[in-house]
């Protein structure tokens, strides 16, 4: 991934950075935005010119398709800053390709590459004082395409818009974790959309969340549509289940999101000599083995939290509790894994990005 940047960026700088009433200490996840966005409309057949303007509202017709027919992708990734204020980000690549295959699957334009990174690292580049340095500090960027060609006609648009959007974020605690195994709900079907990161995955899931919620459950572990006896993901991570001293997760699929940090918790497992299998997981494995004391964690991964340990489950009018640890996977793959991403520890993998000074 070596480019040279050709792209033709139309930028508009803010008057004066808003960066000086922000209080980073004290970030919720994903309410503040930095001072500029990125955005770049799809029209007559190709991508236009690549626009980074002061952060705002966007005007779009009502009757846009992105409201009707709800033609939307996004991506989440994270750029942090090293000792000497380099910025990087932790494998870039892979979120380019899956916006691809998210577009495709949602009958929607690519983004070529060069336009997706000379467009961010352009756009890095500009809201670089908003990457802070303290242990845990990142710049979540949220890059995402909207159908936008006007009309209520059932079809796909023929006009888009793509943009990037960049938040401030602290490291995450999500608070005690405790999940509700799906046995009546279904995030995703085979031959469906489980695998695209697109919009409506996410809005199908909170009615369902709410009720778990409700029931004392943050947050719920999706099954197979059709047994509710597999266990998936988590919706917004990826999960991993420890026996013994064996960490296993579900293997991807068109109903699974083929995460990020899912994959580098895999690699990392090899690596340090953690015994891993991808495989399928039945409900009645995990039960038995919570019921057997040989259960030892449970854990999502994702972008924004990285590793989020689980403490406890429900299934079908029973909970189970997960055994508190002196030292857990869990801290081992998140430190491993921040390590790497702020550069404090070797990236033999190669999946640090060294964002261009442009
Ligand atoms: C984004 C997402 C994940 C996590 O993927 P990462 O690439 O690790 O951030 C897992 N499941 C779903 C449904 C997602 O949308």
């Given at each position: 991934?070596?480019?040279?940047?050709?792209?033709?960026?139309d930028?508009?700088?803010?008057?004066?950075?808003?960066?000086?009433?922000?209080?980073?200490s004290?970030?919720?996840f994903?309410?503040?935005?930095?001072?500029?966005?990125?955005?770049?409309?799809?029209?007559?057949?190709?991508?236009?010119?690549?626009?980074?303007?002061p952060?705002g509202?966007?005007?779009?017709?009502?009757?846009?398709?992105?409201?009707?027919?709800?033609?939307?992708?996004?991506?989440?990734?994270?750029?942090?800053?090293?000792?000497?204020?380099?910025?990087?980000m932790?494998?870039?690549?892979?979120?380019?390709?899956?916006?691809?295959?998210?577009?495709?699957?949602?009958?929607?334009?690519?983004?070529?590459e060069?336009?997706?990174?000379?467009?961010?690292?352009?756009?890095?580049?500009?809201?670089?004082?908003?990457?802070?340095?303290?242990?845990?500090?990142?710049?979540?960027?949220r890059?995402?395409?909207?159908?936008?060609?006007?009309?209520?006609?059932?079809?796909?648009?023929?006009?888009?818009?793509?943009?990037?959007?960049?938040?401030?974020?602290?490291?995450?605690?999500?608070?005690?974790?405790?999940?509700?195994f799906?046995?009546?709900?279904?995030?995703?079907?085979?031959?469906?959309?489980?695998?695209a990161?697109c919009?409506?995955?996410?809005?199908?899931?909170?009615?369902?969340?709410?009720l778990?919620?409700?029931?004392?459950?943050?947050?719920?572990?999706?099954?197979?549509?059709s047994?509710?006896?597999?266990l998936?993901?988590?919706?917004?991570?990826n999960?991993f289940?420890?026996?013994?001293d064996?960490?296993?997760?579900?293997p991807?699929?068109?109903?699974?999101?083929?995460?990020?940090?899912?994959?580098?918790?895999?690699?990392?497992?090899?690596?340090?000599?953690?015994?891993?299998?991808?495989?399928?997981?039945?409900v009645?494995?995990?039960?038995?083995?919570?019921?057997?004391?040989?259960?030892?964690?449970?854990?999502g991964?994702?972008?924004?939290?990285?590793?989020?340990?689980?403490?406890?489950?429900?299934?079908?009018?029973?909970?189970?509790?997960?055994?508190?640890?002196?030292?857990?996977?869990?801290d081992?793959?998140?430190?491993?894994?921040?390590s790497?991403?702020?550069?404090?520890?070797?990236?033999?993998?190669?999946?640090?990005?060294?964002?261009?000074?442009?």
């Amino acid at each position: 991934m070596i480019l040279d940047k050709t792209t033709e960026i139309d930028i508009q700088k803010v008057t004066e950075s808003k960066i000086s009433q922000i209080d980073f200490s004290n970030l919720a996840f994903g309410n503040v935005f930095t001072d500029h966005m990125l955005e770049c409309d799809y029209k007559d057949g190709k991508w236009q010119t690549i626009k980074i303007r002061p952060y705002g509202p966007i005007t779009l017709d009502p009757s846009a398709k992105v409201f009707h027919y709800g033609q939307a992708i996004f991506e989440g990734m994270k750029a942090y800053k090293d000792d000497i204020d380099q910025i990087w980000m932790f494998r870039p690549d892979e979120n380019q390709k899956r916006l691809n295959k998210s577009a495709v699957r949602l009958e929607m334009p690519e983004f070529p590459e060069s336009l997706f990174f000379d467009g961010l690292e352009t756009l890095l580049n500009i809201e670089k004082d908003w990457i802070q340095k303290e242990e845990g500090s990142s710049l979540y960027i949220r890059p995402f395409v909207i159908a936008t060609e006007a009309g209520v006609s059932a079809n796909p648009a023929k006009e888009y818009k793509f943009m990037i959007l960049c938040s401030p974020a602290q490291s995450y605690y999500s608070g005690e974790v405790r999940v509700l195994f799906a046995d009546t709900y279904s995030r995703s079907a085979s031959g469906g959309v489980g695998f695209a990161k697109c919009a409506g995955n996410y809005a199908g899931q909170f009615y369902p969340t709410k009720l778990a919620n409700e029931a004392g459950y943050q947050q719920v572990v999706w099954t197979d549509a059709s047994t509710h006896e597999n266990l998936e993901e988590a919706g917004t991570m990826n999960v991993f289940f420890r026996i013994g001293d064996k960490i296993i997760t579900a293997p991807t699929s068109d109903r699974i999101l083929d995460g990020v940090t899912r994959k580098s918790v895999l690699t990392l497992a090899e690596d340090l000599g953690i015994e891993a299998e991808v495989r399928n997981i039945s409900v009645y494995e995990i039960e038995e083995a919570a019921k057997n004391g040989t259960l030892q964690e449970m854990f999502g991964a994702g972008t924004a939290a990285v590793i989020n340990p689980i403490l406890g489950f429900h299934f079908r009018g029973n909970d189970y509790e997960l055994p508190k640890l002196e030292s857990t996977y869990a801290d081992l793959f998140k430190d491993k894994i921040t390590s790497i991403q702020t550069k404090k520890a070797e990236d033999k993998f190669g999946w640090t990005y060294k964002v261009r000074t442009l």
